[in-house]
């Protein structure tokens, strides 16, 4: 199956191609995963081995406007400067855009703006393909309902499905060879005492793809046979933990759901280390703030040597004083 072939399934015939305003517009969160989607069980519609649960960040994220122009090739604009033709970010964004484009061929100047370091861990394609494929429904009018933009948004970039909502978000796996079920969905919880911290490390673009570093692991690694049932066992702690509103147990789980992540990349071969040595000293602070005061701080990382901390709002000020370079991010807004 391929991309094009569910991008058929969607439209059913016809793709509508007239702009019905003057510019598309639409913002869309980033989403850091609690629960990993590492691993695909098939790489072209980026059909993931297991479900995963997120969180987006509110106001981090990617806003996209696109117009139709005149000019025989897309333009993409990244934080106001123009970004080369050649370069694979543009490459991606147009090959997405050519799935769309049938017998009426458009182009598009594309500005994002985005609030995020890209390509370094911190979900940028995730927040850009969500933005991207809202602001295309938005242009042409398609109305898509939001689980087949979430569907769009994946065979664009896989996380990129959960980035479609705020909240706590849950991507279903699914089964069917062609992806039709597998979207992600709200979660019906809200937590406004959560917060997230970013512990920004370095915002270098990192050595090697989420894209390339899953692969080597599915392939190599002889620890990745026991990640699903680590991800199952995990994402229903993670929802009891919802339901009970219980922090420790989510947070906790979340933390050892990524390092089971990197230990099945550290056991790919060549090998796939994220961590950078601050990675791993802030790692060690935190695990021994933990211990030694019993501080309910914990961590999740993901393709990169960023760390994204957990806690609670109560917390905030013994987590700076710790950390006083972080960016702390409100989950929700206060009831
Ligand atoms: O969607 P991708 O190809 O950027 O992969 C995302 C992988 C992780 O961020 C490490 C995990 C996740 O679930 O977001």
């Not at 694979?88 to 182009?107: A, H, T």
């Not at 060549?270 to 000293?281: D, G, H, Q, R």
């Amino acid at each position: 199956m391929k991309k094009s072939d569910v991008v058929q399934t969607i439209f059913q015939q016809h793709i509508p191609a007239i702009p019905q305003h003057e510019k598309g517009l639409a913002f869309a969160p980033t989403n850091i995963a609690l629960c990993k989607y590492w691993g695909k069980r098939e790489v072209e519609l980026n059909l993931p081995v297991t479900s995963s649960l997120s969180i987006s960040l509110p106001d981090k994220g990617s806003l996209t406007s696109i117009f139709v122009h005149d000019k025989p090739r897309d333009v993409v604009i990244l934080n106001d400067k123009e970004v080369p033709d050649d370069s694979p970010f543009v490459k991606r964004i147009g090959q997405f855009l050519d799935l769309f484009r049938q017998e009426r061929k458009w182009y598009l100047k594309i500005d994002i703006k985005m609030n995020i370091p890209v390509a370094a861990g911190l979900a940028s394609s995730a927040c850009g393909f969500a933005s991207l494929v809202t602001a295309l429904n938005d242009l042409f009018g398609w109305s898509l309902s939001q689980r087949q933009l979430s569907i769009l948004a994946r065979i664009g970039s896989g996380s990129a499905a959960r980035s479609l909502w705020k909240g706590f978000v849950e991507w279903h796996a699914g089964v069917q060879p062609d992806g039709m079920d597998s979207f992600a969905e709200p979660l019906p919880f809200t937590w406004p005492e959560l917060c997230v911290g970013i512990l920004s490390i370095s915002t270098q673009e990192k050595p090697v793809s989420s894209r390339e570093a899953m692969q080597r692991t599915v392939s190599t690694s002889v620890l990745y046979s026991s990640w699903p049932k680590k991800v199952g066992q995990d994402l229903s702690i993670m929802k009891q933990a919802l339901h009970l509103k219980n922090f420790t147990l989510l947070a906790g789980t979340a933390e050892s759901n990524a390092l089971n992540m990197h230990a099945t990349m550290l056991s790919s071969w060549p090998p796939v280390c994220y961590f950078l040595p601050e990675t791993i000293a802030a790692m060690h602070k935190i695990w021994d703030v933990r211990k030694r005061e019993g501080l309910d701080l914990f961590f999740t990382e993901d393709a990169g040597p960023n760390l994204k901390l957990l806690f609670l709002d109560k917390d905030k000020e013994k987590v700076l004083a710790l950390f006083p370079e972080l960016e702390v991010i409100k989950v929700f807004d206060p009831e």
